[in-house]
């Protein structure tokens, strides 16, 4: 079965927060009186006449005009560059980690937005054993663990850069042609959680993971997918029988060959990662040619912008079926780039809304794509063997097949990115 990687390098899954930008905090001056001057003095300030509770150096000050609170003197050690750290005071009084405002056991907002007065005015900041208490004007008390609020504070340009290992990972590009992944061991995977986070990780940055030793029995994949997340159901079940069946309700269950395909892109969310465990195989499987290579700007474009159809009607000893959605071939990301592929010869309606003029350029432009996707210089052959198995993300790594005869058994699976990465997440300890 052969597999391709993705053809431009995928976007960061970089968490962009997007806030106003405040204007600079003016330079504290003391003064009681919140509607007043520039700033609000707190009771932590080492101005002049005033007396420090807190540390030495540690001081809180407040302009009002521009509604912000400034901490100096408390970034961490590892904060190096950051002298002063500031805080929106809409964004205090919409965090605010008292027990009324925040839930602690699920680690939740409380405050309903029903309740929250984003001009809500500051009597008092106080800091004290390691927290920021403020005293709002209608009365209500909050108070911030520092260490909380070091990794939250804003920037001219936003917040804090979020931590990347949150991210998924960007890809790496499979650079040495032809890319052959280690097998990973199947058992250790199923036993030590420290072989199933590189199993995670492995499939964050190369969009393809192998396993062996993983055996043959049919129920394996369920297991698997268990240990990382859910299974993602679907009109073809939880756990997918890849095999010859008499009326087929789809070319998968036929031994003919399937050209390079993301599978289901007729769902809105088309599933994110892919599993087939190969049971049973008695005859080679060779493998499709794939490529890193880039469609020239102009077909890329039009696979970019032009919707294509693609549908799922059909009836199988489950249910009757009809799933319908568009997308184009490779949508993209924010950045501009290939966020996801969205491709099945099989699966491409015949319905096809574009109009009159663009239709011999789309299919001259689909055409190109699938040729680049078989040029023999980077392609990844392989037949599995019984007990090995393929892991791999559906929307960046194409998926082919070629006719075989004889017994072939493989089961099949999906699972969402949002609940894999919640695993990796967890067994990191995030
Ligand atoms: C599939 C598929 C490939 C194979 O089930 O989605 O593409 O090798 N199968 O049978
Ligand atoms: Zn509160
Ligand atoms: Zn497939």
Same mark, same amino acid.
């Given at each position: 079965?052969?597999?391709?990687?993705?053809?431009?390098?995928?976007?960061?899954? #970089?968490?962009?927060?997007? %806030?106003?930008?405040?204007?600079?905090?003016?330079?504290? =001056?003391?003064?009681?009186?919140? /509607?007043?001057?520039?700033?609000?003095?707190?009771?932590?300030?080492?101005?002049?006449?005033?007396?420090?509770?807190?540390?030495?150096?540690?001081?809180?000050?407040?302009?009002?005009?521009? $509604?912000?609170?400034?901490?100096?003197?408390?970034?961490? +050690?590892?904060? #190096?560059?950051?002298?002063?750290?500031?805080?929106?005071?809409?964004?205090?009084?919409?965090?605010? *980690?008292?027990?009324?405002?925040?839930?602690?056991?699920?680690?939740?907002?409380?405050? &309903?937005?029903?309740?929250? +007065?984003?001009?809500?005015?500051?009597?008092?900041?106080?800091?004290?054993?390691?927290? &920021?208490?403020?005293?709002?004007?209608?009365?209500?008390?909050?108070?911030?663990?520092?260490?909380?609020?070091?990794? $939250?504070?804003?920037?001219?340009?936003?917040?804090?850069?979020?931590?990347?290992?949150?991210?998924?990972?960007?890809?790496? &590009?499979? $650079? +040495?042609?032809?890319?052959?992944?280690? %097998?990973?061991?199947?058992?250790?995977?199923?036993?030590?959680?420290?072989?199933?986070?590189?199993?995670?990780? *492995?499939?964050?940055?190369?969009?393809?993971?192998? &396993?062996?030793?993983?055996?043959?029995?049919?129920?394996?994949?369920?297991?698997?997918?268990?240990?990382?997340?859910?299974?993602?159901?679907?009109?073809?079940?939880?756990?997918?029988?890849?095999?010859?069946?008499?009326?087929?309700?789809?070319?998968?269950?036929?031994?003919?060959?399937?050209?390079? /395909?993301?599978?289901?892109?007729?769902?809105?969310?088309?599933?994110?990662?892919?599993?087939? /465990?190969?049971?049973?195989?008695? *005859?080679?499987?060779?493998?499709?040619?794939?490529?890193?290579?880039?469609?020239?700007?102009?077909?890329?474009?039009?696979?970019?912008?032009?919707?294509?159809?693609?549908?799922? *009607?059909?009836?199988?000893?489950?249910?009757? %079926? /009809?799933?319908?959605?568009?997308?184009?071939?490779?949508?993209?990301?924010?950045?501009?780039? =290939?966020?996801?592929?969205?491709?099945?010869?099989?699966?491409?309606?015949?319905?096809?809304?574009?109009?009159? !003029?663009?239709?011999? #350029?789309?299919?001259?432009?689909?055409?190109?794509?699938? +040729? @680049?996707?078989?040029?023999? !210089?980077?392609?990844?052959? @392989?037949?599995?063997?019984? !007990?090995?198995?393929?892991?791999?993300?559906?929307?960046?790594?194409?998926?082919?097949?070629? #006719?075989?005869?004889?017994?072939?058994?493989?089961?099949?699976?999906?699972?969402?990115?949002?609940?894999?990465?919640?695993?990796?997440?967890?067994?990191?300890?995030?």
């Amino acid at each position: 079965m052969p597999l391709m990687p993705l053809l431009r390098r995928l976007p960061a899954a #970089a968490l962009q927060l997007r %806030f106003l930008q405040l204007p600079q905090a003016a330079p504290a =001056v003391a003064a009681s009186a919140r /509607h007043q001057r520039k700033s609000l003095s707190t009771s932590a300030t080492t101005g002049p006449s005033a007396q420090p509770t807190s540390p030495a150096g540690l001081q809180a000050t407040v302009d009002v005009d521009s $509604r912000v609170l400034t901490l100096h003197g408390a970034a961490a +050690d590892d904060q #190096a560059g950051v002298a002063t750290l500031n805080f929106p005071l809409a964004w205090l009084r919409d965090n605010c *980690r008292c027990s009324l405002c925040h839930n602690s056991n699920s680690d939740s907002r409380q405050l &309903l937005m029903n309740d929250f +007065d984003p001009t809500a005015a500051l009597t008092e900041a106080t800091v004290e054993a390691g927290q &920021l208490q403020l005293l709002w004007a209608d009365g209500h008390r909050g108070c911030y663990p520092l260490d909380w609020l070091r990794a $939250r504070h804003f920037t001219e340009d936003g917040q804090v850069p979020p931590d990347l290992r949150l991210s998924k990972s960007i890809p790496r &590009l499979w $650079r +040495d042609w032809p890319f052959r992944p280690d %097998f990973l061991d199947g058992q250790a995977v199923m036993s030590d959680d420290a072989a199933l986070l590189e199993l995670l990780q *492995r499939l964050e940055l190369d969009g393809l993971v192998l &396993l062996d030793n993983f055996g043959t029995d049919e129920d394996s994949l369920s297991r698997l997918c268990h240990r990382v997340a859910y299974p993602r159901r679907t009109h073809y079940g939880v756990i997918f029988r890849v095999e010859s069946k008499p009326g087929p309700s789809n070319l998968a269950y036929t031994t003919g060959r399937l050209g390079f /395909h993301t599978d289901l892109p007729y769902f809105e969310h088309q599933p994110d990662i892919q599993l087939l /465990h190969c049971i049973r195989q008695t *005859r080679t499987v060779p493998g499709g040619e794939n490529t890193a290579a880039r469609p020239p700007p102009e077909q890329f474009h039009l696979l970019a912008t032009a919707l294509t159809n693609f549908r799922d *009607r059909n009836s199988d000893d489950l249910d009757k %079926f /009809h799933l319908l959605q568009r997308h184009p071939v490779l949508e993209l990301g924010r950045g501009g780039q =290939v966020r996801r592929i969205h491709l099945s010869n099989q699966q491409r309606d015949s319905v096809l809304r574009l109009p009159l !003029g663009r239709v011999q #350029a789309y299919y001259e432009a689909l055409k190109e794509f699938n +040729d @680049l996707l078989y040029d023999p !210089g980077h392609s990844l052959q @392989l037949r599995l063997k019984d !007990g090995q198995l393929a892991v791999f993300e559906n929307g960046r790594v194409l998926h082919s097949r070629t #006719a075989y005869q004889g017994e072939r058994l493989f089961m099949g699976a999906y699972l969402s990115w949002d609940e894999t990465l919640s695993r990796r997440r967890v067994l990191q300890g995030l």
